[in-house]
C-alpha cells in the first residue's frame, strides 16, 4: 500500500477491511470465530447500554418525575437498575455507567461467543447447519450462566 493511498482511504473503506480478514489470529477457526464474535457483539452491547441510561435521563429531565414520564412497556422494576447512575457526584455517576455498559457488554459478547462457537462446533460435527439446536443449547447455557452469576453481578 502506497503512502498516498493510505492517507485517502475513508473510515468506511477501513470498515470495509475487516470483513475480508479477521481480526484476531488464535490458530484455530473457531476460537477466532468465537473472539471476534465476542468483539462485535460486546460493542454492540456497550451502545446499547448507554443509549439505554441516555434515553431515560431524557424521559427522567424533561418530565421531571420518573413515575408518569415512562412508557408501560419499559416502566418494570427494572428501570433503574443501578441506583448509583444518580449519585451524588458525577464521579458516582460515571462509576456506575461504566459498570452498566461493562457489565451488558459481557452479557452480550458472552451470549454471541457461546452461540458462534456452537455454529461452527455443530456445523463442523454433524456436516449441517441445524439452528434450532445451536439455539437450544445456547439458550441453555445462558440460563444456567445466569442463574450461576447471580449473586456477582
Not at 37 to 56: C, D, L, N, P
Not at 66 to 82: A, L, Q, V, W
Amino acid at each position: 500500500m502506497s503512502g498516498s493511498n493510505l492517507e485517502t482511504r475513508s473510515v468506511i473503506d477501513e470498515l470495509r477491511s475487516f470483513d475480508s480478514g479477521g481480526y484476531f489470529d488464535f490458530g484455530h477457526p473457531l476460537l477466532n470465530r468465537m473472539a471476534e464474535s465476542f468483539i462485535k457483539a460486546s460493542g454492540i452491547g456497550a451502545i446499547q447500554a448507554v443509549s439505554r441510561e441516555a434515553y431515560f435521563t431524557a424521559l427522567e429531565s424533561a418530565s421531571g418525575d420518573i413515575g408518569s414520564s415512562i412508557p408501560p412497556e419499559t416502566g418494570s422494576k427494572k428501570h433503574h437498575r443501578f441506583p448509583d447512575l444518580r449519585g451524588e457526584s458525577n464521579h458516582k455517576s460515571v462509576e456506575a455507567l461504566v459498570k452498566s455498559t461493562g457489565k451488558e457488554s459481557l452479557q452480550w459478547g458472552l451470549a454471541a461467543g457461546v452461540y458462534s462457537g456452537l455454529t461452527y462446533g455443530l456445523k463442523e460435527a454433524r456436516g449441517v447447519h441445524d439452528w434450532v439446536v445451536q439455539c437450544a443449547i445456547t439458550g441453555a447455557a445462558i440460563s444456567t450462566a445466569a442463574n450461576l452469576l447471580t449473586g456477582i453481578f
